[in-house]
């Protein structure tokens, strides 16, 4: 095998003796062929450094999707944190609503009228401006939710406490004999009288409230009734134990509705108005007792 060359002409010859072949080149096709090679070889190397440089991109590409990945996460996590925090503010008007309707109570019953979730782990490397701004928001946003969740759950325990304290407040309040047994004509008050049968100062421990006899005699606020039955001077009678220290009492009635140990709400009825027992009249004797001492029904009834 050998390069022969001869005036303007190559001649390539591939093996040795008559199995020997022969290439003849021109100039014009030598030239073109080491161009084409040239340009194969340029075009390869093009292609090779296109090629790194997509590897380049890809793999930007996956770091991009990942930080984008994370953002969404960390969206999520944010989202999260604001509807918990929607939950705690619900949580404070319900509460708010309910402080305030309980004030109400009391007022118209007075006597005598979210944890933290952790951000994935980033891809490293040199932070961009960008990145590091993001970063800080981030740490300032988690900072202002971890505060606004312990302002909130301090709110929602001093609530819950104020709570606490109106509901036993509510319970004493419902407690107290507010309601008008039976409404009618007031023909005697608490305090000293002249009895109507002796004709003598007296003193008289509740209300006398005229009215037509049948009509329902109320419990003037919750209880358990621990005595009914009939007395010589009361006549039908019905005691109801309200707690806390109150008790009522209504008398002269026409029929008992509430047997011993029944357990009442306010306003059911409890009796009939009548005039059984020592009396001039269709009427009822209301009394109030406190620890056991009779005390001015005026001073609770509404």
């Known amino acids: 095998m050998g390069l022969v060359r001869e005036r303007h002409m190559f001649s390539l010859r591939i093996g040795y003796g008559e199995r020997a072949r022969e290439f003849r080149v021109g100039r014009t096709g030598l030239l073109t062929a080491v161009a084409t090679l040239a340009l194969v070889f340029f075009a390869a190397t093009h292609f090779l450094y296109d090629y790194r440089e997509n590897l380049s991109k890809i793999r930007d590409l996956r770091v991009l999707r990942q930080r984008v990945s994370e953002q969404n996460l960390t969206l999520y996590n944010l989202h999260s944190k604001f509807e918990s925090l929607e939950t705690e503010v619900e949580r404070l008007r319900a509460l708010d609503a309910r402080v305030r309707s309980l004030v109400r109570i009391n007022q118209s019953l007075r006597p005598g009228g979210a944890g933290k979730t952790g951000r994935p782990t980033g891809i490293g490397g040199m932070e961009t401006q960008e990145t590091a701004a993001t970063a800080r928001l981030d740490r300032l946003l988690d900072l202002r939710f971890e505060q606004l ?90 005691v109801v134990e309200h707690g806390y220290g109150y008790r009522t009492l209504y008398a002269h009635l026409g029929k008992q509705l509430a047997a011993a140990g029944d357990i009442v709400q306010k306003g059911d009825p409890v009796g009939t108005v009548g005039e059984t027992g020592r009396t001039t009249g269709a009427h009822l004797h209301y009394e109030v007792h406190v620890n056991g001492l009779a005390v001015n029904p005026f001073r609770f009834l509404k």
Do not use: M, Q
């Not at 003193?203 to 049948?214: E, Y």
């Open 149 to 238: 969740r312990k302002d909130v759950l301090v709110d929602v325990k001093d609530l819950e406490a104020l709570r606490e304290e109106l509901d036993s407040r509510r319970i004493v309040l419902e407690s107290i004999p507010a309601l008008w047994p039976v409404r009618g004509i007031l023909s005697s008050g608490f305090g000293v009288r002249t009895s109507p049968f002796t004709d003598t100062p007296v003193f008289h421990h509740g209300l006398d409230i005229i009215a037509r006899p049948g009509v329902p005699v109320r419990a003037a606020a919750a209880g358990k009734v621990v005595r009914s039955g009939y007395e010589s001077l009361f006549g039908n009678v019905v």
